[in-house]
């Protein structure tokens, strides 16, 4: 082998770039196996295209895991300035909404093409089509064997992903390697995603977009509220609110535990409130009928709905109380809860604490944050930090 560390990454998506690129600019020689035939697709359709790339608000806590102080060491080693540098470096200008931090072209494409540009400057060989059949050590090195090639270095960095996204490739196969190295999997469940919800009503409402502050009961215990627009469905409901609920949702289901959702319909009113303004109403439009005191308040599916139902109806629009029965799926997932046991891997450097050698980035360690760009920073930073400290010696 060469003077120069050899570095395998294993996936070219945002993390699996970003720890080449670092790697590379450390003096390793990188080589970076992708199986899909463009590396950086699932960036491609973060942020709704816009591709959300961080957050002003980077608290480590704002992260979740079995162990979710664990990202905290890994945000202070390559923080959201050093992002900020780093993007600003490869000629990306920024556009902030509300503190989501998005490319000013909004168009997320332009994120991979330049990662691509930038590694592709620093010779880095990005080979594409090569879906990882095994990793493994064997006499005095690394190897990474594909279908067509078995590939050699003093490094590996596993950044190969989650099941998460309709994007092929998304396929989770980077859990099956690390099990086959040793390492425990915590059960991966789809997260940021919609809620299927029990009836079968929902046709009645689905395409509304609403305000709603919606509130997560697990064991009839109030757990987290979340508030914003959210989309109604034929299987139940959806939208950013619900997406920051649906971790905590999901693996409580998934432990057994009843899990439903209370949903104000009109956040701005208790049901107190808007008993008064329903009075009131109907003093001054003495000629309305009760649901027609709701025109001009809520869509008319919502209405419509409201009108069939049973019981107190100001109490129906402020707790409306739906039973989720599971999720929208890992295709509609936008990322993974679970993954690599963080336990088993160095909260410095992301190094295996079984296989030296050995890195973990990105979405496929029992590391996960909510809608704003959370997730792409933890790729970036995760990236960066394996990049780094696998260029920096030999075995």
């Known amino acids: 082998m060469s003077e120069k560390t050899q570095v395998i990454v294993v996936g070219g998506g945002a993390s699996g770039l970003m720890a080449a690129i670092q790697a590379a600019e450390n003096g390793a020689a990188v080589t970076v196996l992708e199986q899909n035939e463009t590396p950086g697709r699932k960036i491609c359709v973060t942020g709704n295209g816009r591709c959300n790339l961080t957050n002003r608000d980077m608290r480590a806590e704002i992260f979740r895991g079995r162990q979710p102080e664990f990202a905290a060491g890994i945000l202070q080693q390559f923080s959201l300035q050093d992002t900020l540098t780093f993007f600003e470096k490869l000629g990306v200008a920024l556009t902030d909404r509300k503190g989501w931090l998005y490319p000013r072209s909004n168009q997320a494409k332009c994120i991979p093409e330049l990662l691509l540009l930038k590694a592709r400057s620093l010779k880095v060989k990005i080979k594409t089509r090569e879906s990882v059949e095994s990793v493994f050590y064997e006499n005095g090195c690394w190897k990474v064997q594909t279908s067509g090639w078995t590939y050699e270095g003093n490094k590996v960095i596993l950044a190969n992903g989650s099941s998460?996204?309709?994007?092929?490739?998304?396929?989770?196969?980077?859990?099956?390697?690390?099990?086959?190295?040793?390492?425990?999997?915590?059960?991966?469940?789809?997260?940021?995603?919609?809620?299927?919800?029990?009836?079968?009503?929902?046709?009645?409402?689905?395409?509304?977009?609403?305000?709603?502050?919606?509130?997560?009961?697990?064991?009839?215990?109030?757990?987290?509220?979340?508030?914003?627009?959210?989309?109604?469905?034929?299987?139940?409901?959806?939208?950013?609110?619900?997406?920051?609920?649906?971790?905590?949702?999901?693996?409580?289901?998934?432990?057994?535990?009843?899990?439903?959702?209370?949903?104000?319909?009109?956040?701005?009113?208790?049901?107190?409130?808007?008993?008064?303004?329903?009075?009131?109403?109907?003093?001054?439009?003495?000629?309305?009928?009760?649901?027609?005191?709701?025109?001009?308040?809520?869509?008319?599916?919502?209405?419509?709905?409201?009108?069939?139902?049973?019981?107190?109806?100001?109490?129906?629009?402020?707790?409306?109380?739906?039973?989720?029965?599971?999720?929208?799926?890992?295709?509609?997932?936008?990322?993974?809860?679970?993954?690599?046991?963080?336990?088993?891997?160095?909260?410095?450097?992301?190094?295996?604490?079984?296989?030296?050698?050995?890195?973990?980035a990105g979405e496929l360690l029992d590391i996960d944050g909510p809608c704003g760009g959370y997730n792409l920073q933890w790729a970036w930073s995760s990236g960066a930090v394996a990049g780094c400290h696998s260029a920096k010696e030999k075995l």
């Open 164 to 360: 998460a996204s309709q994007v092929p490739g998304s396929d989770g196969s980077g859990y099956e390697i690390a099990s086959q190295l040793g390492h425990r999997i915590i059960k991966p469940l789809p997260a940021l995603t919609g809620l299927r919800c029990k009836g079968n009503a929902f046709s009645a409402w689905a395409g509304v977009r609403t305000d709603a502050e919606v509130t997560l009961l697990l064991d009839e215990t109030e757990t987290v509220k979340e508030s914003g627009e959210v989309q109604l469905t034929d299987y139940g409901i959806s939208g950013i609110p619900i997406f920051q609920l649906s971790r905590y949702a999901i693996r409580a289901l998934d432990g057994g535990k009843k899990v439903t959702l209370s949903v104000n319909f009109l956040p701005e009113y208790t049901k107190d409130t808007l008993q008064e303004y329903m009075k009131k109403r109907q003093e001054l439009c003495p000629y309305q009928s009760e649901a027609e005191l709701l025109l001009g308040l809520l869509p008319d599916k919502l209405i419509k709905m409201f009108r069939k139902q049973k019981g107190d109806l100001c109490q129906t629009i402020t707790a409306y109380s739906l039973v989720v029965k599971g999720s929208s799926g890992f295709e509609q997932a936008q990322v993974c809860s679970g993954g690599v046991d963080t336990s088993q891997v160095s909260p410095e450097t992301l190094e295996s604490k079984l296989h030296k050698g050995l890195y973990f």
